[in-house]
């Protein structure tokens, strides 16, 4: 089943990512798909910008962190890599193989 945070599904990081955040990172923060979809939305209808659901998932966690971060300059990054099953999904990529 395909999942919107499947672009961030690489089991751990990376030797060279790690090290670039290494004493520059204070927290991380988990999201999940419920909030990925939301920020997925959120970036669609107000920023008219069509992300995949890693691509949204740090505007999930500066979302979840709004109170936190209210009156705060904050840069996002994100990246757009959509796949046309993802813009025009067919009924297996919806709901699976069919049974049988």
């Given at each position: 089943?395909?999942?919107?945070?499947?672009?961030?599904?690489?089991?751990?990081?990376?030797?060279?990512?790690?090290?670039?955040?290494?004493?520059?990172?204070?927290?991380?923060?988990?999201?999940d798909?419920?909030?990925?979809?939301?920020?997925?939305?959120?970036?669609?209808?107000?920023?008219?910008?069509?992300?995949?659901?890693?691509?949204a998932?740090?505007?999930?966690?500066?979302?979840?962190?709004?109170?936190?971060?209210?009156?705060?300059?904050?840069?996002?990054?994100?990246?757009?890599?959509?796949?046309?099953?993802?813009?025009?999904?067919?009924?297996?990529d919806?709901?699976?193989?069919?049974?049988?």
């Open positions: 089943m395909w999942k919107r945070r499947d672009g961030l599904a690489t089991g751990r990081i990376g030797a060279i990512p790690f090290e670039v955040m290494r004493g520059r990172v204070k927290r991380a923060v988990t999201v798909d419920f909030e990925i979809g939301e920020a997925v939305l959120l970036m669609l209808e107000r920023l008219k910008l069509l992300a995949e659901g890693a691509g998932a740090a505007l999930a966690g500066a979302l979840k962190l709004k109170d936190e971060l209210k009156g705060k300059t904050v840069v996002l990054v994100y990246h757009r890599n959509l796949l046309k099953s993802v813009i025009q999904p067919t009924p297996a919806l709901y699976g193989p069919p049974a049988g």
